[in-house]
């Protein structure tokens, strides 16, 4: 059974724009792929080294095209978050020591500008459920939340 995610929709914009781009990518290795065959100085089919570098490409693409599919098929968009005294997936959670940082879904390809922590992260798990005021530890400091939205 594939791997269920929670997704922000930033994040599921930024996998359906990858998968777009890795398609445009594996369409222009065909192209490179017919010309490294026209090209080929062995005979009998076998394919020479540019050929298999091609062929390498396209497979590992093919295979990243794989991973996105199955992680944007059956993930669940987070709702966007109010503020809120309780931090949440996608809240941007203010520390007292001056750092903000955005919690996300268990997995995340957005680019949000400022540091991430997944929600399935230690810290990501310590933030989830944790309210304005609270004091968490972030390895040997010791933080209070003062916002979460």
């Known amino acids: 059974m594939p791997e269920k995610h929670i997704l922000l929709q930033e994040d599921a914009d930024a996998v359906r724009q990858e998968l777009l781009n890795l398609d445009r990518e594996i369409r222009q290795l065909g192209e490179e792929q017919g010309v490294a065959r026209s090209q080929s100085t062995e005979a009998f089919g076998h394919d020479d080294a540019s050929q298999e570098a091609v062929t390498q490409a396209r497979t590992v693409k093919l295979s990243r095209v794989a991973t996105l599919r ?5 993930a669940l968009i987070a709702p966007r978050p109010a503020p809120s005294c309780k ?22 390809m957005a680019n949000f500008g400022i540091p ?3 929600m399935s992260a230690p810290l990501g798990r310590v933030l989830i459920g944790s309210s304005v005021g609270d004091e968490i530890s972030i390895g ?7 916002s979460a939205s």
């Open 116 to 118: 991430t922590v997944s």
């Open 70 to 74: 199955g992680i944007l098929r059956g």
């Open 87 to 108: 931090v949440g997936v996608g809240h941007v959670v203010a520390l007292s020591d001056g750092r903000k940082i955005k919690v996300t879904g268990t997995f995340s």
């Open 140 to 146: 040997p400091k010791r933080v209070v939340i003062q």
